[in-house]
T-cell receptor
Framework: NAGVTQTPKFQVLKTGQSMTLQCAQD?????MYWYRQDPGMGLRLIYY???????DKGEVPNGYNVSRLNKREFSLRLESAAPSQTSVYFC??????????????FGNGTRLTVT | EDKVVQSPLSLVVHEGDTVTLNCSYE??????LLWYKQEKKAPTFLFML????IEKKSGRLSSILDKKELFSILNITATQTGDSAVYLC????????????FGQGTRLTINP
């Protein structure tokens, strides 16, 4: 049972380059999330998708775009990478935004460095 | 502004010791509190707490919530080197997981 799968695991970009981080879940969850984790800052929400066909901004959306391709897949795109986007990115999913019976399940993360 | 503060930020103990990790919060319209363990990669779910005073237990780990004083503790007894990790606390408000607020985490190191 794979759970939440993220690709790639590592990436180095030059300033101004673009890339897409991929995420797929096989738990039939409705809601999906993208977080970034920086030292001393905890996890911060970039974008989320409450259900297939919807996406909304989180706490730190600037410089990112997302696509909920289908129920399984939720991608995060950096159009013009900046050094401030150096971080570890986590994708997560849950049955619904109401997490009473379904906490968030996380992928293994993508470590992104922008030089 | 909603806030979750964990303490200590870092803790080093010897194998066999008991540790208590703290999580205090200021969140309007609280719904539940989550504890996660993060080793090298994905945070993995430990506990969800919604009611005060009810201890959740899993092996050597236990956790309890105090909604009056706005805090939770995570206890680990008879620690093992495999317990070394960052422990994350997060609070879910009524609006849902899109408003989930994480603390900074406590880095726990267990020395043999």
């Amino acid at each position: 049972n794979a759970g939440v799968t993220q690709t790639p695991k590592f990436q180095v970009l030059k300033t101004g380059q673009s890339m897409t981080l991929q995420c797929a879940q096989d738990m039939n969850h409705n809601s999906m999330y993208w977080y970034r984790q920086d030292p001393g800052m905890g996890l911060r929400l970039i974008y989320y998708s409450a259900s297939e066909g919807t996406t909304d901004k989180g706490e730190v959306p600037n410089g990112y775009n997302v696509s909920r391709l289908n129920k399984r897949e939720f991608s995060l795109r950096l159009e013009s990478a900046a050094p401030s986007q150096t971080s570890v990115y986590f994708c997560a999913s849950s049955e619904a935004l109401r997490t009473d019976n379904s906490p968030l399940h996380f992928g293994n993360g993508t470590r992104l460095t922008v030089t | 502004e909603d806030k979750v503060v964990q303490s200590p930020l870092s803790l080093v103990v010897h194998e066999g010791d008991t540790v208590t990790l703290n999580c205090s919060y200021e969140v309007t319209n609280f719904r539940s509190l989550l504890w996660y363990k993060q080793e090298k990669k994905a945070p993995t779910f430990l506990f969800m707490l919604t009611s005060s005073g009810i201890e959740k237990k899993s092996g050597r780990l236990s956790s309890i919530l105090d909604k009056k004083e706005l805090f939770s503790i995570l206890n680990i007894t008879a620690t093992q080197t495999g317990d070394s990790a960052v422990y994350l606390c997060a609070v879910v408000p009524i609006q849902g997981a899109q408003k989930l607020v994480f603390g900074q985490g406590t880095r726990l190191t267990i020395n043999p």
